[in-house]
């Protein structure tokens, strides 16, 4: 799942080099931190969050084909 948000996030990017994704697994849940440049929050963001949201979505499917649980965190 870590790779499938990397990918993501440097499409949308400006600096890809600059994208970080940090995975925190547990037992039946995972947290997925994603670490971008600070000009290009607001396209990861996108606007009212919404494409925060639709990464979010797209995350939660690929979790549920694993039996998991995915919390993805833009920091």
Avoid at 26 to 50: C, F, H, P, T, W
Wanted: proline share 1%; charged share 35%; hydrophobic share 45%.
């Amino acid at each position: 799942m870590k790779e499938l948000l990397e990918v993501i996030a440097k499409s949308l990017v400006d600096v890809p080099e600059s994208v970080d994704v940090r995975e925190k697994d547990g037992e039946q849940s995972v947290v997925l931190e994603l670490r971008v440049a600070d000009g290009d929050m607001g396209k990861v963001i996108g606007k009212r969050g919404r494409i925060a949201q639709s990464i979010r979505t797209v995350m939660q499917a690929a979790a549920n084909r694993e039996n998991k649980r995915v919390t993805v965190e833009i920091i």
